[in-house]
């Protein structure tokens, strides 16, 4: 993407104020989507975004610039910004030479988007709102959306590293209304995959569209859930949005350094029941936070964070890493080249367990049971973390019975760990992400057994 | 640099006969800088630049966008626009705004000084507010964030109907996130201060209400389960009402998406409420003088006296509903078409402070913060469930300090539950202004 000669000048430049470490990250990112609403093809999108963020760092101080002017002037101006920006002590002359370390290769990508015709694309939109349509009159709005991005990186530092990465994601989700009696209710399904069109060999896309219009259609009979605390199973898949809030988080190096995390100073700790296993792993082909590097060029990693209980690490970047002397755990992410890397999650997941998840069902009296949940939130400092389910259930006398309408559960992450007591042999990744963080946002995985808490606060209106 | 009209009129004058173009282009500068323990954290100087290309032809429309404003991207991006809209299904609504005759308001949004204001003097700030903010309560142990941005914006319209306006904007502000220690026990809480130049800005406000709002919350205990009477604060109402505004907008009416479609002239709220949309506030954050269709903004009132008045409008949904567009344009940025949504929301303020609403109130909450509104708001339905922290409230006055608990009711009780509204208006960096409401019978969900 850049000339190596021109990417040492650049990286001699940022050093000239006595910088101890500069790196520059190139992106040149195409993306196109296509949305349908109403009953129509609305509108077809396609972008282009191409640049470079150049960084500095002296002592604690990090200085950062980026620019869309890949020229040699562009990278010398944003580089010698950079180095203002962290104003190092010392000037002087240094010089850099990168060399390539080649990742693992990714699994080719068999059809890729930009080969594939617009019509082609669209038509599964089609397909989409003529099934999830056919599944009653009750479904009265249909949106679709399809989406393909290909992302190239190039990341050098001063520490000689080189290296490229080639990403592409492709996405599909189907949005239903339902109207009845007791107003609106919305069901949403979606896919997503680090795969290119040949997602779709896989995907029925009327299958996804029957299924989200059977949810809005579902949760129009839903009568308001309960309020207070009571025990929670959580469905295959969509539980690693628990984890993602309840721990996941709070074990990301920045926030711990800055003890703003209840888990800062806890490894080696029981933090969890013996049954959680939790890792997050970069490496996990096809899903939807995988890559072969970093976004400041380390290899993706698997990485344990909870070993039968035990906390046994954090998720590191680069800086963070640098500090403890250790090396990073291919967390460092960032949004786009507009922005600094900082720790992310990539697939998170617990690890399969060995229960039946019938007999978790049935070995609960009363309770809720989670199908399907929405996003999250949490506060690292306190622990404190909500989640929303988007499709749950009353469990009565060990069984799922009536359908309860949307709400929030909130929890806190250190109890939720310790209050986990069954875990089914039923693993599943869950729906692709975008994790919030700082106001960046990437994409991230996450997947579970089924999994019981002994106890959870229910946020809806009835007693 | 060459204009930015200059460079939207230049596009829009590509546009083949019979078609129809609308150029968008930005142009930004951002300063970030983040203070830790004294020092520098990390100092971003950013300069961003972009077009966005919506092209109409036939009835059908296409968009693209480059994140750059070389010569050769102009023409490879209109291209990809045009052919797009090849693709897409043909209505007989698309098309780009028409002049209206409205003129913009005379508004000035653009604080000179902030183009002098140096990176040191930016630091020093930065440094100041996380030592104000350590400084400012004993129990604070550590600071998540401290932190100075500030943002010159320039943006331009021109469409192929004769539309060319430009806008040129500043905005900066200070924001902190402190932590508050005792008993081994951790809470966390913000504060900030907004303005158009860094004159507005005001360190010591942000300072303490960040030490004040974690402190506060020492010793939080997880209440029980039951309905009480709940105060919003400010910042929690301004957070509420930009999802409100969403449910008020023509697209969401016209799709089936809305829970007041067909509720035009009905109550909706108590009398009490007045909701009012005016991007041509100065005071507003997000004041404009044009929207993202380079239509002039204008004051829209969508609740007088708890009836429902009107929804917002771009153009689209104008000449879809048949009606004028109340220059509700809203884009995010270039890399998408125009939608539509409120850009300064604001319930009308009423007489009473925060302490007086809340010394008529035997047994509630005053809710301080929420948490998970994008999962536990559903703006179709109106079903509202979020995480939430603050204190209770007894016999008229602020008692202990509660956490890990949730409100929820619906948006449409929500609305006809409201008891008070505060005199305490405020703008905040969103769309929607804040002002403490209070609101009876919410369940609080706990232990």
Redesign the interface.
């Given at each position: 993407m850049l000339d190596h000669e021109l990417i040492n000048r650049t990286l001699g430049a940022a050093l000239r104020t006595g910088g101890e470490f500069a790196e520059v990250f190139v992106e040149d990112k195409k993306s196109s989507s296509?949305m349908l609403?109403?009953g129509?093809?609305?509108?077809?999108?396609?972008?282009?975004?191409?640049?470079a963020g150049i960084r500095v760092v002296v002592?604690?101080?990090?200085?950062?610039?980026?620019?869309?002017?890949l020229s040699e002037t562009g990278l010398a101006s944003a580089a010698e910004?950079?180095a203002?920006?962290?104003r190092g002590g010392g000037g002087g002359v240094r010089e850099v030479s990168v060399s390539r370390s080649d990742g693992p290769r990714p699994a080719a990508v068999r059809i890729p988007p930009e080969d594939v015709a617009?019509?082609t694309k669209?038509e599964l939109l089609s397909l989409a709102d003529a099934a999830a349509r056919g599944e009653g009159s009750a479904i009265?709005?249909v949106s679709a959306r399809y989406g393909d991005s290909r992302r190239r990186i190039l990341v050098a530092n001063s520490d000689g590293l080189l290296a490229e990465d080639d990403q592409v994601r492709t996405l599909f989700s189907v949005s239903c209304?339902a109207?009845g009696d007791t107003?609106?209710?919305?069901g949403r399904e979606s896919t997503g995959s680090t795969v290119g069109f040949e997602l779709f060999d896989e995907t029925d896309v009327e299958e996804m569209a029957r299924r989200a219009a059977a949810r809005a259609i579902t949760?129009l009979a839903a009568r308001p859930?309960p309020?207070?605390?009571m025990p929670v199973v959580v469905g295959p898949g969509g539980g690693g949005v628990l984890f993602h809030e309840a721990c996941g988080h709070g074990l990301e190096a920045d926030?711990v350094s800055?003890?703003?995390s209840?888990f800062a100073g806890r490894v080696g700790e029981q933090v969890a029941t013996p049954l959680v296993t939790l890792i997050d792993d970069g490496t996990m082909a096809g899903e939807w936070g995988h890559f072969t590097i970093d976004d400041e060029g380390r290899p993706a990693a698997h990485n344990v964070l909870i070993q039968d209980g035990v906390l046994t690490d954090y998720m590191w970047d680069h800086l963070r890493a640098r500090k403890e002397g250790r090396v990073s755990s291919g967390n460092g992410r960032r949004q786009s080249y507009?922005h600094?890397p900082m720790v992310r999650m990539t697939n998170t997941y617990i690890s399969n367990g060995v229960e039946e998840p019938a007999d978790i069902i049935t070995s609960t009296d009363s309770g809720v049971y989670v199908a399907e949940l929405?996003?999250?939130?949490?506060?690292t400092?306190?622990g404190?973390?909500?989640?929303?389910m988007t499709e749950a259930y009353l469990i009565e006398d060990g069984e799922i019975t009536e359908p309860i309408?949307?709400?929030?559960?909130?929890?806190?992450g250190p109890e939720v760990l310790n209050r986990i007591d069954a875990l089914g042999n039923d693993f599943a990744m869950g729906s692709p992400g975008t994790c919030g963080k700082?106001g960046q946002g990437v994409p991230v995985g996450d997947g579970t057994p089924t999994l019981r808490v002994t106890s959870l606060?229910?946020?809806?209106?009835a007693a | 640099m060459t204009e930015l009209i200059d460079i939207a009129t230049r596009v829009a004058g590509w546009a083949n006969d019979g078609e129809q173009v609308e150029a968008y282009v930005v142009h930004e500068r951002e300063t970030e800088v983040r203070a830790y323990e004294g020092d520098v954290e990390s100092l971003t100087s950013a300069e961003s630049q972009g077009i966005g290309v919506r092209v109409v032809a036939d009835g059908r429309q296409g968009f693209a966008y480059a994140g750059t404003l070389e010569e050769s991207a102009l023409q490879e991006t209109l291209q990809e626009a045009r052919d797009n809209a090849r693709f897409a299904e043909p209505d007989e609504f698309n098309g780009v705004a028409e002049p209206d005759g409205v003129m913009p308001a005379d508004l000035d949004l653009f604080d000179a000084s902030m183009a002098s204001f140096t990176a040191d003097e930016k630091v020093a700030l930065a440094i100041e507010l996380e030592r104000a903010t350590r400084a400012a309560d004993p129990r604070i142990s550590g600071i998540e964030s401290a932190e100075y941005v500030d943002t010159i914006y320039e943006s331009a319209v021109a469409t192929t109907n004769g539309l060319a306006t430009t806008t040129r904007e500043t905005g900066c502000y200070l924001s902190a996130y402190s932590l508050a220690e005792a008993d081994g026990e951790t809470q966390t809480g913000f504060g900030f201060s907004i303005g158009r130049g860094p004159s507005d800005l005001d360190t010591e406000k942000a300072a303490t209400e960040a030490a004040e709002r974690a402190t506060r919350l020492l010793g939080a205990v997880k209440p029980e389960t039951g309905r009480v009477t709940v105060v919003l604060d400010p910042w929690v109402t301004a957070q509420m009402l930009g999802i409100i505004g969403h449910t008020l907008t023509g697209d969401a009416v016209q799709r089936g998406r809305s829970l007041f479609a067909d509720r035009l002239g009905e109550q909706v709220a108590v009398n009490d409420v007045v909701l009012v949309d005016d991007a041509t506030d100065p005071a507003a954050f997000t004041a404009s003088m044009v929207d993202g269709e380079g239509l002039a903004t204008r004051r829209t009132s969508l609740i007088e006296d708890g009836v429902l008045q009107a929804f917002l409008h771009n153009s689209y949904t104008a000449r879809r509903g048949n009606t004028l567009s109340t220059g509700s344009a809203v884009r995010g940025g270039f890399k998408g078409g125009p939608g539509v949504g409120a850009q300064a929301l604001a319930l009308q303020p009423g007489t009473k402070t925060q302490a007086e609403l809340i010394a008529e109130i035997d047994d509630g909450l005053l809710v301080q913060g929420v948490a998970g509104l994008h999962s536990g708001v559903n703006p179709v339905s109106g079903d509202f469930s979020t995480g939430a922290e603050g204190l209770r409230i007894r016999n008229g006055e602020l008692a202990e300090p509660v956490r890990e608990l949730t409100i929820a009711s619906t948006i449409q009780r929500l609305l006809l539950d409201i008891q008070g509204i505060g005199s305490d208006l405020e703008w905040l960096p969103m769309s929607a202004a804040g002002v403490s409401v209070v609101v009876a019978d919410i369940t609080m969900s706990g232990s």
């Open positions: 296509a609403d109403d129509r093809v609305e509108e077809l999108t396609s972008g282009r975004d191409r640049g002592g604690d101080t990090t200085g950062f610039a980026h620019t869309a002017d910004a950079a203002a920006a962290a617009k019509a669209v009265t709005q209304v109207t107003g609106l209710q919305t949760k859930a309020s207070g605390a926030l800055k003890s703003a209840v507009q600094l929405g996003g999250g939130q949490v506060n400092a306190t404190d973390f909500v989640f929303g309408r949307e709400g929030n559960l909130i929890g806190n700082d606060t229910i946020g809806g209106t | -």
